[in-house]
């Protein structure tokens, strides 16, 4: 059943084709497309499209819908299009004629549009609650281990001392700027294009700025033809913000399958978070760190995937935009994975104490005696020159102590100002509102 099918049968395989994996991605926007119409209908009567007793009726019917999928027992049938016409239909089965009403001033367009903003936002609070437990591991990390030393490389050659407390805590940070990205998603995505209809507005009396406040969306997208233009803009602005957390991820996961080798030697953990070889009896592999960077560097690319299938669209609504989906879900579920594994796998790290007592790493400190002889009145230039020829005749004498003290150092991490940095930005989410909104709508 097709909510715009007419006497028309639509040919079997161009069916199938068009229809795509819509069926089993849907699933994920039910609920949501459920909330879309609770919204809608009780803004119908309020402009006299439906009667009191009509709109008792759906909304009932509705939450009845809405129980159904929070249990588990609701699915799309293999002669239904999508998610959409299978609740109308199934509202049409249940209740009748009141249920064939719910469509009135909406598009299959807009109905989409609003879905997917409800499904984003939904995704877009799990993302940042996994990426906020995991900044707090990192910056307890950090605070614990402070003070160990472990060398920092510049070309991949040992260059100067740093820490754990730095290389923790240098993540954490990474993850406060990734939050300033998902915010920006985060405006775009709570606006509501709900009555734009097809993309040119109705001549129904639609009450939009009501049905934004019941869905509690922070504004409108105003203009009609903009909140169509807006799928696929959504998709590719909320992909960068995925990709920009993606992107620190990979990097870690790099540090960490880089200091994991037995040449490094950094850190380590228990043998059953790694897995082994099937000849070689001695591996203890980062499997799971290769798969989040390899993970990860995929996400980095859906940016460009969005962009390259969106970007020579004109306005209006083509079915393009309906492959976005396929893209965007799987992945949104793959950081969230990345996300909480790397947590858990941080909870059981174990980190190499003294590692820069070897003697290889004894060039880490030239820059320590450069400073030194600077700070006792020898040009900079000078002592570099001094420091360069002990080397080189190999007389150089490494200065173990590390008196790095101003901000954001070895010495003053500066969490406590990193922490208050990601509080600010995750206050400014408004959660809380959108969530009441839901649960009110939801009772009403």
Known sequence: M?????NIEVNKGIETFTVGKDRELDLQMAAFDVLGSLAHVKMLASINLLTEAELIEVTDALKVIYTE????????????????????????????????????????????????KLYFRSC?????????????????????????????YTHLQIAMPSSFGLWFGAYAESLVDDMELMLAAWKITNKNPLGSAAGYGSSFPLNRTMTTDLLGFELLNYNVVYAQMGRGK????????????????????????????????????????????????????????????????????????????????PSGYHRDLQLLKENLFPA????????????????????????LKDAKYDYLFSVEVVNDLALQGVPFREAYKIVGEQIETGNFKPMYEVKHTHEGSI????????????????????????NKAIENLVAL
């Open 411 to 434: 010495g003053n991490l500066m969490n406590k100002e990193i922490a208050a940095a990601m509080q600010k930005t995750l206050s400014q989410f408004g959660f809380e509102k959108v």
């Open 234 to 313: 959504t998709e590719r602005i909320l992909a960068q913000a995925m990709s920009s957390v993606a992107a620190t991820l990979a990097k870690m996961a790099m540090d960490v399958c880089l200091f994991i080798n037995q040449n490094f030697g950094f850190i380590s953990f228990p043998s059953e978070l790694t897995t082994g070889s099937s000849i070689m009896p001695h591996k203890k592999n980062p499997d799971v760190f290769e798969l989040i960077r390899s993970r990860c560097n995929k996400i980095q690319a859906l940016p460009n995937e969005i962009a390259m299938m969106t970007t020579n669209l």
């Open 69 to 116: 999928i929070e249990a588990g027992d609701f699915v799309i049938e293999d002669s239904v299009e999508d998610v959409h016409s299978q609740v109308e239909w199934l509202l049409t089965q249940r209740i009748g004629e009141a249920g064939k009403k719910i469509h009135s001033g909406r598009s299959r367009n807009d109905q989409v549009l609003v879905d997917l």
């Open 332 to 355: 949104i579920t793959s950081l969230n994975e990345c996300l909480e594994m790397c947590n858990f796998m941080l909870q059981h790290i174990s980190i190499k104490d003294d590692i």
């Open 2 to 6: 097709k909510i715009w099918q007419k």
């Open 124 to 152: 877009i609070e799990e993302m940042v609650g996994n990426t906020s437990t995991l900044f707090n591991q990192l910056i307890e990390l950090s605070n614990t281990h402070a003070t160990k030393l472990l060398p920092g």
